[in-house]
C-alpha cells in the first residue's frame, strides 16, 4: 500500500483545520454554527481570483516564482482578498446577524445562515456560473520526497502557509490584548464587559479574522483543486466534523480535528473508493459527539 | 380553462405535499424547538423507501416488491421516523447546534448514498416507474390531477387535524413548555429528552411521508431532488407561514411554492435559454434575501402563532436564562 | 461624607425585562472613601441595583454620578475607563486563563506606562496570586478566585469599587481574610460599596450601610447604629437580636 494516501490526507486535513479555526473562533465567540462559513472559502477564492487578475491586468503578466505555479500577484492579490472576504463577512453581521443577536434567539441566527448561505452561493453562481476555474493552468510536477510519496511544490508552499497560519493565530489569541479578549468574551461575555473589553469591537474583530482564514482555505483550495461556487459549502460538513472533534474554541483542536478528517477520508478513499468520501466527516461527528461531545481539546460543550 | 385547471391541480398537489414537509418541520421546530437542516434527507429516505419496496422488479436493482403503495408510505414514514429518532438520541441532549450540524450531515450523507448505492438507489440515474395513484386515469391528466388532488388533500386534511389534535393535548402543551423553558419544563417532573425524541421522530415520519407522497405523484426520483435547496424552501414556507402554527404552515407552503413556481416558470418565459442557469440562481438568491428580511421584520411570520403557551411555564420563563442565548453587544 | 459624594445612584428602577422592574427608586450615596454596604433580605433588589450602577442591567428610571459626573446608561466596558469598577458574585475570573493573563488583561485601560507597576503591586498585595500567576484562574480555590477578582478589580485604580457578596460561598477564616484586604483596600483611597448577605461581618467594616426590600430603600444609617438596633437586626439582618449567637425568633 502506498502511503500516498497519508500525504493527500495530510494536506487535505490542513486545508480542512484553517477553514475550522475560522469556524470554531467565530462559534466560540458568536455562540452559533455558521454555514455561511464554507461561502465565505468560496467567495475568499473568487475574490482572490478577482484581485489577481485585476492585478495583472494591472501591471501585466508576472514570472512564477518558480517551482511554483503562482507569482506575487496571487501573494498581494491574496492578502487583499483576505481584507475583502473579512470585510463581506463583516457586512453580513451589520445587515444580518447584529440586528438578530438583539433580538432573536441564538438558533435562529442559525438559519438565517442557513439561508445566507444558499443567497451567498447563488450569487456566485449568478456571477461565475457553476464552471470551473483556475488561478493557474500551468502543470505542476510532483515531486518525489521518499516513502513513495509525491508532493507538487503548490502542495508544500500551502502546507508551510498553513503552519504559519496557525502559529499566528495561536500567537494573536495568546500574546495580544484583542486575542485574549476574544477568548475572554468567548468564555464570558458579561465578565468581558465589567473588565472593560467592547465586545462589539471584539465581534467586528473575529469575524474579519475568519473571513481572512476562511479566504486563506479557499485560496489553498483554488490552488490545488479548482474554483467552483459550491467548493466551501461542500467543506462545510468537514469544518463542522473538525471543529467538533478539536473542541470548540481551541484553535489547535480545529487544526488536529482538520488533519484527522483529512486523513481519515484519504483512507477511506484507499479501503472503500472515493464514493463515499463525504459520509466519512459525519460518521466521525457523529462519533465525537457520542463519545466525548466537547471534542479533544475543548474545554466546555458548545 | 381545462389546461389551466389542470395545471392547478398539478400546483395544488406539490404545493400541498411542501405543506406535509411543513408540517413535519413544523411538530420538530414550530412546535418543540428542534432545529433541522436536514429537511431534504428524511423526505429522500421515504422516497427512495417507498420507490424500492413498491417498483416492480428491475434486474439491474435490488428491491422491486411490487408493494401496494399505501404499503410504501407507511414504510418510508417507519424508516424516516427511525432515522430520526436515531440522529435525536445522539445530539438530542447536546446543545442546539449539534443538532443542527448533524441533521446537516445526515442530509448530505444521505444524498452521497442515494448517489453512489447504485445497487439500491440506481445512482445518479434514480429510480423511475414508481408507481402513481390513479395511473388508471393518466391518459386524461385533468382527470388524473384532479384525483390525486383528493387524495393529496385528504391526508393533508388528515394530517392536519391528527397534529391539531395533538397540539392542544397534554403532549403537545408540554413540547411548547419544552420549546419555551427547558428547565422549567423538567422542573415539572417533564422527561424532557424523551418528549423531543418522539416529536424529532414524528416530525421525521410526516417528512418521510411527505417524499413518498412526492416520489410516487412523480413517479421519478434522483438523488438532485434531495439537495439542501429543498430544505430552505421548506424553511422559508414555514417562516413565512409562521412557525408553530399548524395552518400557517401550508399557507406558507402554498404562498411560497406559488411564487416560487411563477418566477421559474418567469424564468423559463423571459430569459433566453443561454442566461437561464444564471436567472435560476438570482431566483434562489431572492428567495434567499426575502427569508432573512422575513426573520428580521417579521420574525413570527405572515400568519403567526396564537398564543397558547401555558401561563405556568410563562411566568418561569422570565427567570431563567436560555443555553442558547446570543452574545449581546 | 464632605464634598462631592464618590458615587450617588438616585431614584433607580431597573429590571431586565421592560416594564417588570426589580428595582423600584432604590437611592445610594456613598461618600469618598467609604464603605458602605447594601443588605436585606433575598430578592430585595441589592445585586440588580449593583449591576445596573454597573451598567450591566437597563436603567429605566433615575441617574447614577460619579464624581459628580453623570454616567446613567453608560455601557459597561466604558464604566471601568471611568474608574468604577465591578466584581459579580460568581464566574468573576475567567477560568481557562491564568492568574496574570486575568490580570493583564483588566489592566489594558490603564495607559501603557503604568500597566507593569500596576500589575507588580497587585502582586505584591497579593502574595498567593503571585505565587500561582501561571495557574488557569479555573484551578485556584474559592478564596483565591476572589482575590483575583478583586486584584483584576483594582488593575485600573478604580476611585469606586463594587462587590457583589464576596463572601459568598468562602469559609469564616477566608472571609476575615477578604475582609481583612478591603478594609486595607480603603485605606489605600477607593471608595467601596458592597452588597452581603453575611451582614454581620459586613457592618464590622462598613461605615454605614442600606437595607433594601422589595427593590425600596427600607432603612439606612451608620453601620454600628444598624448592628445595634435589634429589630432591624431580626427583621432584616438575620442576626437573631442584639446577640449574635443565638440565633432564632425564640431566642430568650
Known sequence: ?302 | MIDLLGYGAFFLVNALIFGVLCLGLNVQWGQTGLFNVGVAGFAAIGAYVSAILTTPDAADRIGGFGWPILAGWLAAMLVAGAAAALVGLATLRLRADYLAMTTFGIAVTIQVIALNATALTGGPFGIAFIPRPFSSLAETPIAFNAANLALTGFVVLGLFLILETLTRSPWGRVLRAIREDEAAAASLGKNVNFHRLQAFALGGAIMGLAGAMQAHFIGFIAPDNYLSILTFQVWAMLIVGGSGNNRGALIGAVIVWALWSLSSLAVGTFVAPAFQARAAALQIVAIGVALAAILLVRPRGLVGERATVSRDVEALAGESTSPHEPVRD | MTGVPALVAHGIEAGYEPGLPIVKGASVTVGRGEIVVLLGPNGAGKSTLMKAIAGLVPIARGTVTLAGAEITQTAAHRMVRLGLAFVPQTENVFTTMSVEENLVLAGHVAPASVRAARLAAMLELFPDLARQRGLAAGRLSGGQRQMLAVARALMIEPHVLMLDEPSAGLSPKLVRDVFAKLVEIRASGVTILMVEQNARAALAIADRAYILADGRNRHEGSAAALAADPDIAEHYLGLGGADASVVGRSAP
Not at chain 1, 465567540?29 to 461561502?39: E, K, M, V, Y
Not at chain 1, 471584539?202 to 479557499?218: D, E, K
Not at chain 1, 467552483?228 to 487544526?255: C, E, H, K, T
Request: aromatic share 8%.
Open chain 1, 1 to 302: 500500500m502506498s502511503l500516498q494516501f497519508l500525504a493527500d490526507g495530510l494536506f487535505a486535513g490542513a486545508l480542512i483545520g484553517l477553514g475550522a479555526v475560522g469556524l470554531t473562533l467565530t462559534y466560540s465567540i458568536l455562540r452559533f454554527s455558521n454555514f455561511t462559513h464554507g461561502d465565505f472559502i468560496s467567495w475568499g477564492a473568487y475574490l482572490a481570483l478577482g484581485t489577481v487578475g485585476a492585478l495583472t491586468g494591472w501591471i501585466g503578466p508576472a514570472a512564477r516564482f518558480m517551482p511554483f505555479s503562482f507569482g506575487w500577484p496571487l501573494i498581494v492579490g491574496g492578502l487583499l482578498a483576505m481584507a475583502l472576504t473579512g470585510l463581506l463577512a463583516l457586512l453580513l453581521d451589520a445587515a444580518l446577524f447584529k440586528p438578530l443577536r438583539r433580538t432573536g434567539h441564538g438558533i435562529v441566527m442559525v438559519i438565517a445562515s442557513f439561508g445566507a448561505s444558499l443567497a451567498l452561493r447563488a450569487m456566485l453562481e449568478f456571477l461565475f456560473t457553476s464552471e470551473p476555474a483556475y488561478f493557474s493552468r500551468a502543470i505542476q510536477i510532483a515531486i518525489p520526497v521518499g516513502l513513495g510519496i509525491r508532493v507538487t511544490p503548490d502542495q508544500a508552499a500551502m502546507m508551510g502557509l498553513a503552519l504559519v497560519v496557525v502559529i499566528a493565530m495561536h500567537l494573536l489569541l495568546t500574546r495580544t490584548h484583542i486575542g485574549r479578549s476574544m477568548r475572554a468574551v468567548s468564555e464570558n461575555p458579561a465578565l468581558a464587559r465589567v473588565v472593560g473589553i467592547d465586545v462589539a469591537a471584539v465581534i467586528r474583530a473575529t469575524w474579519l479574522i475568519g473571513g481572512a482564514l476562511a479566504c486563506v482555505s479557499g485560496i489553498m483550495l483554488g490552488l490545488t483543486v479548482q474554483i467552483r461556487p459550491q467548493m466551501g459549502f461542500d467543506l462545510l460538513l468537514p469544518l463542522f466534523a473538525a471543529a467538533i472533534l478539536g473542541g470548540i474554541g481551541s484553535v489547535w483542536g480545529a487544526i488536529i480535528g482538520g488533519l484527522i478528517v483529512g486523513v481519515a477520508e484519504a483512507g477511506a478513499v484507499q479501503l472503500i473508493g472515493s464514493e463515499y468520501r463525504s459520509a466519512v466527516a459525519f460518521v466521525l461527528l457523529i462519533a465525537m459527539l457520542l463519545v466525548r461531545p466537547r471534542g479533544l481539546f475543548g474545554v466546555r460543550e458548545g
